[in-house]
Nanobody
Framework: QVQLVESGGGAVQAGGSLRLSCAAS????????VAWFRQSPGKEREFVSG????????YYSDSVKGRFTISSDPAKNTVSLQMNSLKPEDTAVYYC?????????????????WGQGTQVTVSS
């Protein structure tokens, strides 16, 4: 069973940048997708970005497209999320997750493995 550990969260002013990392222990299958979700108080967990482990194809929510970049390093078993031009509405706990197959990849209920989350706070 793969385990995921996030790092890199913190506090930054609007317009700043942060880089989140997700380290996986154990083998991630070639059919898997690794994704980032976020959740702020009182809101549902929402899809942010995902990457296909085999093809490297990337996916983004409309709210972060053009500002965030997801990447993977299969040799190190890591996935990173570079977040630029951060806005106060990006404030949330960010979670790394993985699932087998791309179907329903924006739905958090379909993911079987989750990290513990890392806090990102963007002040205005």
């Amino acid at each position: 069973q793969v385990q995921l550990v996030e790092s890199g969260g913190g506090a930054v002013q609007a317009g700043g940048s942060l880089r989140l990392s997700c380290a996986a222990s154990g083998r991630i299958g070639t059919t898997y997708i690794v994704a980032w979700f976020r959740q702020s108080p009182g809101k549902e967990r929402e899809f942010v970005s995902g990457i296909s482990w085999s093809s490297g194809r990337t996916y983004y929510s409309d709210s972060v497209k053009g500002r965030f970049t997801i990447s993977s390093d299969p040799a190190k078993n890591t996935v990173s999320l570079q977040m630029n031009s951060l806005k106060p509405e990006d404030t949330a706990v960010y979670y790394c997750a993985s699932k087998d197959a791309l179907l329903w990849f924006t739905m958090p209920s379909r993911y079987t493995v989750w990290g513990q989350g890392t806090q990102v706070t963007v002040s205005s």
